[in-house]
């Protein structure tokens, strides 16, 4: 049995690509960090799909990027409601270098149990613009990755990056995940939950997630 | 004034790459990681320096890749000592993706600050045979960061790494540090300290130190 790791945040497109890594056949090493985002709801959501989908082991790894500041995900910064989502600009809600990050410490568990593949649910189709969300970015880290360690130096180490839902709309991706089974009330989106703990219904991570499931024609689970 | 992240360990060579960054004028972002090294006195000689050197900020990132294991600098696997450093072999004591995770965060933080270099004292003349320690790793995250981030991508940003240390010898980078008074006293190289917090001579950071400093013609201030 292939090994993978699994980069899963308890959003949407995370627990998609949970449930694809599953459907492939890998063992599943789930991981996920707790960048001091707002939203912590997401981990309790990354921690019950890693169980349901039976992962070998579930990594919340805790990193502080609240100390360099510069988001709305982790500081006090407002988080914009309503907004245009144009994908020319670049949102006050993009963290900077984040899934350099994340790549980078699933780079370091990959290699530490010689996985096969790293999963990664990004999309540059329904995307709210961060540009390491990007193909060309992923390839990037594909070659970086190479030149990184111990076995792709050695030439022993072939590590894919795969990301399944990088050419998907919102739309296919919930269909994707509804066709595997993936249980949708159990994850989350919002970037900005309202006291009472429920999405904000207008951030930009909850507009694409409703745009998603109408154009599924299917209801979200979440909301009901 | 133009902004420099520094990766200081508080170690020879970054102490050393911390005085050239302030030689060449910049001010001074230093950055240093807590991830569950066994010789945790480097962080206090990193602090220590950061001060000394005027940086405008110190920040210790705390990760914890004890989670992933897999080091003999993170887990309970043995230091090895005396070894013959055939730099063929990359050793027990190579930390999985290290340098791609700190030089990730160095990236997030430079982006926050709009910082013009990441300083890393990186080294591939007198070093253990780390592959992430080598120009071409360099370069391939200096194209990954160009891709991973809004000013990268906006083309407002010409981030540069710089490697002060790549081609110098263990000996050349104390000759280096000494030409601009760093206070060797003040940095610590050792793997595995003594249970008396003396450097135990013999790991390969031990033994490295020892050969810079006796072909530079210096007496290592840190041993008297």
């Known amino acids: 049995m292939t090994k993978a790791i ?116 990004v999309s540059s189709v329904d995307y709210s613009g961060y540009p390491d969300c990007r193909p060309e970015f992923i390839q990037a880290f594909v070659d970086l990755a190479k030149l990184a360690t111990k076995g792709g130096v050695e030439g022993s180490w072939n590590l894919r990056i795969e990301t399944p839902l990088i050419a998907l709309s919102k739309a296919d991706t919930v269909l994707a995940g509804h066709k595997l089974g993936v249980d949708y009330a159990q994850t989350w989106s919002c970037y900005d939950p309202t006291p009472a703990g429920k999405p904000c219904g207008a951030c930009d991570s909850c507009v694409l997630r409703a745009k998603g499931f109408a154009e599924a024609g299917l209801r979200d689970p979440l909301l009901s």
Chains 1, 2 share one sequence.
């Open 6 to 121: 699994v980069l899963t945040s308890g959003g949407l497109d995370s627990t998609t690509c949970l449930a694809i890594a599953r459907d492939a056949g890998h063992e599943i090493y789930a991981l996920s960090f707790d960048y001091g985002q707002r939203h912590a709801l997401e981990l309790a959501m990354a921690k019950r799909q890693a169980e349901m989908m039976g992962a070998k082991k579930h990594v919340i790894a805790k990193i502080d990027l609240r100390e360099f500041g510069g988001s709305a995900l982790t500081s006090d910064i407002n988080v914009p409601k309503n907004s245009t989502n144009n994908q020319e600009l670049i949102p006050i809600t993009y963290v900077p270098a984040r899934n350099t990050i994340f790549l980078s410490f699933a780079l370091g568990w990959a290699e530490v149990v010689d996985a096969d593949a790293i999963y990664i649910g």
